[in-house]
């Protein structure tokens, strides 16, 4: 059996102290056990004879970083390297590589740097705020911002092209460092992490058994007892990382502890089993809130997978598992987990759930996990009183499965509303009827507001406002069909919900955002973004949203949706974009808006199918948008299922263009 390397969690070198690296070999150097009990080392490899006596782990101390790590720990090293070496030369001399190009290194990021200049700007303002890892596939449906930002009203193409793209100025010499793995923070700074993670990120995903976590906590403050399994190393460092994107100003890089806990995760993903599921999902976490990390569709999608392999998804009671309730319990905290996560970014991104909600075969009463106290879950079972016992008063499983259920709902709409390419208008309406009605009851359902986490809240689900942005974000999901539809005109009292729902929206973020010490997500920006978009469309489409609308409250909404991206901007530089493209159709709106006040206009230009009113270059004008250095995009957007419809019948030969490439 070829050795593992191992790294042991205690001795953790101080902050800022330099790291040597050792080229020689270490000879007859004392171990710790030797070092403590003041006995003569023999100094034999890989253990010492007094620790084979007494079956302890035989580990030696860095002089120059303090850590403790086993004695043949260079050789591990060097044999590992000469392994990854040999199977790298095998695979590069098989039939694969035969036919591919070598390329230099600085070629390739040339080449990435041109692309990403050349990258439609509407493109990137739809997978932005999916986009973690800057490598998001390139597929955009329906439901998502970019397929608002393809329809673009003439009126406002003026203000837009004033607009120039932000762009970093030292591009050439831009470099690409991956950040180095570091030692795990002093038990102080653990715990706090650790508590910012179970009382902000954990209420929304359980997939994570605290109790359990705290034992390998424990184990930083034991110097007697030292850990060399990848499982607990792997969880500790993400769970770390993501308390870290949280907490910034600990002392720790959240990518260095995500470097960190990368080093492990090789040895949990080799099993198919509920710990590589939870390990999927802790990158998943961390990817959504932070700019680095792999793709939070991907991940969200992959533990769903495997979830559907293990058949998690299944009714264990008709395959008459043999599973104790625990394990049964942490598989649906884990397979709904993936699920809301993987809904959440197919929404965003417009792209078809890989499991839909009627497959899962498990009744709806008992599909979602038991409410009830963490602490009464054992491996062994259950302790205490049944469920159906348990006092009033809601516990962390009533929010999380609340949450739960808003996710499945909006990828409900997502598969009925925008997946279902057969669906004539009159079924799609009436499945927004039936949607509608199921919307209600989960918010006639919601739990009053929980107590807030000492430190106040840290994450967006756990602010009073989290289960109100939903609903009407769900709202505006909902109806999009309806006032997306150029041939039948919506209804007054459609525009006029969608408005309420969009302002709604734009005053909870900006409650939760401004001033408070919240974390920012991705898909926070893209519901923001879609919302303020919303609001303006409706402005600039309906005649009874311009007249139920103050100029002053339309300047106070378009302000607290402004103030928020800029907050967000200050951050992640990558949400500039979007920034700058509201703050254009802010000013070109409240321009509108002050016009129509003063008499100079009765009303806006109408979006129209006139070809006159778009030019037959619209979709090449829209994908070179990066490329002329405007910054994106248009005031009055509106769904993509039209956009196609609505250029080939202004003109036939363009019906082919509407489909613009992406990234």
């Known amino acids: 059996m070829t050795s593992r390397i191992s790294y042991p969690l205690q001795g953790r070198r101080a902050k800022g102290s330099s790291v040597r690296i050792r080229t020689g070999s270490r000879t007859h150097v004392a171990c710790v056990n030797c070092k403590d009990r003041k006995v003569r080392c023999d100094g034999q490899v890989p253990a010492c004879g007094n620790c084979q006596r007494r079956d302890l782990a035989c580990v030696i101390e860095d002089p120059s970083t303090k850590q403790h790590q086993p004695r043949h720990y260079l050789k591990q090293l060097e044999q590992r390297v000469i392994t990854l070496e040999k199977q790298l030369q095998e695979a590069k001399s098989g039939p694969a590589w035969a036919s591919v ?40 449906g329906s439901s998502s911002a970019y397929a ?27 470099e690409v460092q991956a950040p180095e793995p570091c030692a ?36 930083l403050a034991d110097p007697f007892q030292t850990i060399f399994d990848p499982v607990p190393l792997f969880f500790l460092n993400m769970v770390y990382a993501i308390g870290a994107t949280l907490l910034p100003n600990t002392g720790y890089s959240s990518e260095q502890l995500y470097a960190s806990a990368m080093l492990f995760i090789d040895d949990i993903l080799l099993y198919d089993n509920l710990k590589s599921i939870q390990a999927m999902l802790c990158c998943a976490a961390y990817s959504l809130r932070s700019p680095t990390g792999a793709s939070q569709w991907k991940l969200g999608g992959q533990a769903l997978r495997q979830c559907i392999n293990l058949g998690y998804h299944r009714d264990q009671k008709r395959l008459k598992s043999t599973q104790l309730q625990f394990q049964q319990e942490m598989q649906k905290r884990a397979f709904w987990s993936a699920y809301v996560m993987e809904c959440a970014a197919s929404v965003v991104l417009g792209r078809p759930l890989s499991l839909h909600f009627q497959e899962i075969d498990v009744e709806a009463s008992s599909h979602l996990p038991l409410d009830i106290d963490e602490s009464r879950l054992t491996p062994m079972g259950i302790v205490g009183a049944s469920p159906s016992s348990l006092p009033s008063p809601p516990g962390i499983m009533s929010y999380s499965n609340h949450g739960f259920r808003i996710r499945i709902l909006l990828g409900r709409i997502q598969t009925a509303l925008y997946s279902d390419c057969t669906l004539t208008s009159a079924e799609k309406y009436a499945r927004v009827g039936e949607l509608s009605a199921a919307l209600e009851e989960w918010w006639a359902e ?36 309806h006032i997306a539809d150029r041939k039948n005109m919506a209804p007054d009292e459609v525009f006029l919900k969608c408005l309420h729902a969009a302002r709604n929206i734009c005053q909870g973020f900006r409650r939760q955002f401004f001033g408070k010490p919240t974390a920012y997500t991705w898909s926070a920006v893209h519901e923001l973004f879609l919302a303020g978009l919303t609001y303006i469309y409706c402005l600039w489409t309906s005649p009874a949203c311009r007249n139920a609308s103050r ?53 806006p230009a109408l979006l129209s199918t006139d070809q006159g009113a778009y030019p037959l270059d619209l979709p090449q004008w829209i994908a070179g948008i990066s490329t002329t250095g405007s910054s994106m995009t248009g005031a009055d957007w509106l769904l993509s299922e039209l956009v196609e419809d609505f250029l080939a019948a202004s003109d036939p030969n363009v019906g082919d263009m509407a489909e613009i490439p992406l990234m």
């Open 551 to 603: 100029y002053d409250q339309v300047s106070s909404m378009c302000t607290d949706c402004t103030v928020v991206l800029v907050i967000v901007a200050e951050r992640w530089s990558n949400t500039a974009p979007f920034r700058d493209t509201f703050e254009v159709l802010f000013n070109r709106t409240m321009t509108m808006m002050a016009d129509i006040q003063q008499g100079k206009q009765s009303e």
């Open 101 to 140: 190009p070598e390329r230099e290194p600085t070629a390739f990021w040339d080449a990435e740097f041109e692309q990403s200049e050349c990258d439609d700007l509407s493109s990137m303002i739809g997978t932005l705020s999916l986009n973690a890892a800057g490598s998001e596939p390139t597929y955009l």
């Open 446 to 481: 919601t739990p009053p507001p929980r107590v807030l986490p000492e430190g106040g809240a840290l994450s967006f689900f756990m602010t009073p406002d989290f289960f109100n942005v939903s609903y009407n974000y769900a709202i505006l999901q909902l109806y999009r069909v």
């Open 184 to 219: 795990l923070p002093d038990h102080g700074t653990a715990i706090k992490l650790s508590n910012t993670y179970f009382n902000n990120i954990h209420p929304q995903y359980p997939f994570l058994l605290e109790k359990t976590f705290r034992e390998w906590e424990d184990a």
């Open 148 to 174: 608002f930002t393809r329809f673009l009203k003439p009126s406002l193409r003026p203000a837009i092209e004033s607009v120039t793209l932000c762009k970093t100025t030292n591009d050439e010499s831009r």
